[in-house]
């Protein structure tokens, strides 16, 4: 079993909704990330927060809003989304950011119609 | 910014055969792990493997860093190590994100 939860583990979204997925951890680790895979491709890092501060945002659209309550939750809120967003959203959580594993959450595979 | 080449790209074993997969890199590295990840597209940690070699189990692992390239070596494979392995990178200047790269896609049949 995997120790990072993510939620849900499917979505199905138009492109005029709102939606939020969300990841939580409780290995004390003090890194979080969302990755973005499409099918057949590596993982391309989206986000990284680090003691709960924005520390990486690799140039992604503004309809993706990550948010990090407290240093357990991770949420990605998601607006006005693309068919070709639709991928496997992957949350990580690692000790510190760098130099440390990464562990990741099962996914949620997301459907943009 | 950094390139991680991972071959071969696609690989088809016997269940019970040895496989070698390599992934090289363009930069000076200080963070190197290997993933696998399953059909149902969940990943799992294998090897944090900056420099050195490390042993689990059936899988081994070995970076050489000075050299820019890093191995995993898989004995007496099973249909269940089938799927897709990752190796991901930290390059050694100073970003401190994973880059992945393009991945070795492994079939093992029985």
């Known amino acids: 079993d995997t120790e990072v939860t993510q939620t849900p583990k499917h979505l199905v979204m138009g492109m005029t909704n709102k939606k939020s997925l969300k990841c939580e951890q409780h290995?004390?680790?003090?890194?979080m990330y969302w990755y973005k895979q499409k099918a057949k491709k590596p993982p391309e890092l989206m986000f990284v927060?680090?003691?709960?501060?924005?520390?990486i945002n690799e140039s992604v659209p503004s309809r993706f809003s990550p948010e990090c309550p407290n240093s357990s939750l991770l949420n990605l809120h998601l607006h006005a989304l693309q068919p070709e967003d639709s991928a496997l959203y992957l949350c990580?959580?690692?000790?510190?950011?760098?130099?440390?594993?990464?562990?990741f959450g099962n996914g949620t595979r997301l459907t943009v119609t | 910014g950094i390139q991680v080449e991972q071959s071969p790209p696609d690989l088809i074993l016997q269940e019970g055969a040895n496989s070698t997969l390599r992934c090289n890199f363009s930069?000076?590295?200080?963070?190197l792990q290997w993933f696998h990840q399953n059909p149902w597209g969940q990943l799992i940690n294998l090897f944090y493997?900056?420099?050195g070699t490390k042993q689990n189990g059936r899988l081994s692992a070995t970076t050489v860093a000075t050299e820019r390239y890093s191995l995993l070596y898989i004995s007496s494979s099973q249909t269940t190590d089938s799927g897709v392995y990752f190796c991901?990178?930290?390059?050694?200047?100073?970003?401190?994100?994973?880059?992945f790269g393009t991945g070795t896609r492994l079939l093992v049949s029985p």
């Open positions: 990580a959580s690692s000790q510190s950011q760098g130099r440390s594993p990464l562990h």
């Open positions: 290995m004390g680790h003090r890194a």
């Open positions: 927060y680090s003691y709960e501060k924005l520390s």
């Open positions: 930069d000076s590295v200080n963070n």
């Open positions: 493997i900056p420099s």
């Open positions: 991901a990178v930290e390059a050694n200047t100073g970003f401190q994100k994973l880059v």
